[in-house]
């Protein structure tokens, strides 16, 4: 049994940038901070340790992301690793691990970062519960019309 799971809840830490690739597909990439707390075991303190993602949204994801997100909103995650691989134009090699998101769900708005003065909601308006987004399912093989 396999499982390439990833749950994360965190911060933008810039707005998201969306591409076109060549097939004509919409991309959506940004980093997102997330936070813990660590014992500093010399002088058992805690302290907070700071983790930085790739996140990679495909799709419908990139299009509401890149409506909806900007750098420092709080954004909840669910997606799968994947490390690319990609030689530059000089033959270098690199890679990146990313987290590709099958699923977000966007945090409350007016609420600290990420939304200006003019976009803050009413208190009474935050008790609504915010819609989870999903990626399509898979295209089914019937479903393609040719």
Not at 23 to 36: E, K, V
Not at 90 to 117: D, F, Y
Request: net charge negative.
């Amino acid at each position: 049994m396999n499982l390439n799971k990833v749950f994360l809840i965190g911060r933008l830490t810039q707005d998201p940038q969306v591409k076109i690739t060549p097939s004509g597909h919409q991309i959506c990439i940004f980093g997102l901070a997330t936070n813990r707390f660590v014992k500093d075991p010399t002088t058992g303190e805690l302290k907070e340790k700071t983790e930085y993602h790739n996140i990679v949204l495909w799709r419908r994801l990139a299009e509401i992301a890149a409506q909806y997100l900007k750098k420092g909103a709080l954004v909840f995650i669910e997606g799968r690793l994947q490390t690319r691989t990609w030689q530059d134009s000089n033959g270098n090699s690199h890679s990146r691990t990313e987290i590709v998101a099958e699923r977000i769900q966007l945090g409350p708005r007016g609420m600290g970062k990420g939304v200006s003065k003019e976009e803050k909601i009413p208190s009474e308006e935050i008790e609504e519960e915010i819609p989870v987004i999903e990626e399509d399912e898979e295209i089914k093989i019937e479903d393609i019309p040719f």
